[in-house]
């Protein structure tokens, strides 16, 4: 590195260009993968030359023999969360380090809309827990739990305020469920405004059902927790999902996406030409419903919505992933401790609060199963974790590119670097991994957020606050 004296005087003399120069690396993008360096000056990307003079820079940081990627998008996290009596248990300075650690650079959180407040109400209160506390940038989407038509012109207020999408509920009745009703009249106003819907998708009443005759059986153990929830109620309202957003002209967003039947349904409709997309988690490709034989009540640590299915759905998921019939990989990161937040539903699966913890993780995951595995290239890998998420939701090209003039949010990715995951060793505050004992191949290896060095080498270098608030843009499909 430079010392400061040499650095004013290169200036001076007009030879200093870069706060940073990246050099060396393999830079990746959805499209591309090329040798070059990268000069980064107020955070951000302002060169992208074969060779660029390290001189130039204050600060140079070596890429050989790794990639250098576009930070790391998760469209879908629940940092700080009320949920099932109890709290989430990463706020936003906890969760979004660990984000750091496994090289995402910007996330997008849901601000809750309770019954009776107004949508503004909800946006306001996320904005305070986030507040000086991010370490990577951070934007909302917001939950709609209550819709009366005197409501419908709030959610055009907040896409003007960059909050461009919204996320309903068809599971969860009496706490988040909408009835089909209100859920039209929300694609409807989507379709006028801009707005992207993100649908929980599973029948909430059906599922509602099966509940209460499991726990009339006195079946309480975590594992009914999935046996409760079929793939068909996903499917159905997969299905119904679609229909309503065609019939109201908008594009819809299924989340968390967990079985082959709701994939059939989504890739259906994408074949028919309708702008329907979806996303999947690592969960849903790693893990089954052979977790649940974990002992004891160590199931719990695997409850979490839509539930773990049979094995043979993993290999589909990664399939949909493959041939763009799934077009992001999120986390759904809700971390809840097994001891004493797990714990509540020790004698009734229904009060073990809902989630699993990710946000780390989903990088080296999705590298190891789908570019490891030959299943995907590098650079479907970018698009997933990265550039589609971004395009999707209103942040490309500041975010998800590797390119001039967008953001320096960037992964130094190393191909060869390996990790076996592990609660002992991981940074998300929660006591247990879904992912324990796994080992991945690929692994960040420094990340950078807005220009600034956040993470070394396994050791976090950035500053809880850097994290800046992203007003996004309207819905204007990939
Ligand atoms: O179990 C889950 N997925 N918890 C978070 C809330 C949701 O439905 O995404
Ligand atoms: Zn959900
Ligand atoms: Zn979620």
């Known amino acids: 590195m430079n010392g400061p004296r040499t650095q004013r005087s290169l200036r001076r003399e007009g030879r200093m260009e870069f706060d940073t120069l990246i050099r060396d690396g393999t830079i990746v993008t959805a ?27 204050r600060q140079v940081v070596s890429a050989q023999g790794a990639f250098v990627m576009p930070g790391g998008v998760d469209v879908h996290t629940h940092l700080d969360m009320p949920f099932g009596g ?41 904005m305070k827990k986030a ?24 959610m055009d207020a907040l896409v003007r305020d960059g909050v461009s999408s919204f996320k309903l509920f068809m599971a969860y009745p009496g706490v988040f469920m909408l009835d089909d009703a209100s859920i039209f009249r929300a694609f409807s106003q989507a379709a006028k405004s801009g707005a992207l819907v993100c649908m ?19 079946k309480t153990a975590p594992k009914y927790h999935a046996l409760t929830r079929p793939t068909t109620a996903e499917a159905e309202a997969v299905s119904r999902a679609i229909a309503l ?44 419903i052979e977790n649940f034989d974990a002992p004891g009540f160590e199931g719990a640590k695997f409850v979490f919505t839509p539930p773990l299915r049979e094995k043979w759905h993993q290999e589909k998921l990664w399939a949909g992933l493959a041939r763009d019939q799934l077009q992001v ?54 698009e997933l974790v990265s550039t589609t998420p971004a395009k999707l939701f209103g942040l490309f090209p500041r975010k998800g590119t590797v390119a001039v003039g967008s953001d320096a949010d960037l992964v130094i990715f190393d191909p060869n670097g390996e990790e076996t995951i592990s609660a002992k060793t991981h940074h998300m505050r929660v006591d247990y991994s879904m992912f324990e004992g796994i080992r991945v191949k690929g692994l960040p290896r420094q990340v950078l957020v807005g220009g600034k060095l956040t993470i070394d080498n396994g050791r976090f270098v950035g500053r809880p606050g850097q994290g800046q608030f992203l007003r996004r843009r309207t819905y204007s499909g990939v």
């Open 329 to 382: 990989v999120s986390t759904d990161h809700c971390p809840f401790c097994y001891k004493e937040q797990k714990e509540l539903g020790r004698d009734d699966f229904t009060k073990i609060p809902n989630g699993g913890p990710g946000i780390e993780h989903r990088l080296s995951l999705v590298f190891a199963g789908g570019v490891g595995g030959g299943r995907f290239s590098v650079n479907r890998f970018v």
């Open 245 to 288: 957003a065609e019939m109201a002209g908008a594009p819809v967003y299924i989340v968390h996406l967990s079985c082959n039947d709701a994939l059939e349904r989504v890739r259906e409709a994408r074949d028919r030409g309708l702008p329907v997309y979806a996303e999947t988690c690592p969960q849903y490709l790693y893990l089954s």
């Open 86 to 126: 109890t709290t989430s248990s990463d706020d936003f300075e906890t969760g979004t380090v660990a984000a750091a650690f496994g090289g995402t650079t910007t996330l997008i959180d849901f601000a809750i809309q309770y019954k009776g407040q107004t949508l503004r109400t909800a946006f306001d209160t996320w």
């Open 31 to 57: 499209v591309d993968t090329y040798a070059s360096d990268v000069g980064i000056t107020n955070g951000r990307i302002a060169a992208i030359a074969e060779r660029l003079p390290p001189e130039s820079a």
């Open 200 to 218: 929980h998708a599973e029948n909430g009443g059906a599922i509602d059902v099966i509940v209460k005759r499991a726990l009339a059986e006195g």
């Open 131 to 154: 507040e000086g506390r991010a370490a990577i940038d951070y934007a909302f989407h917001c939950i709609i739990t209550d819709l009366p038509d005197s409501r419908l012109e709030e």
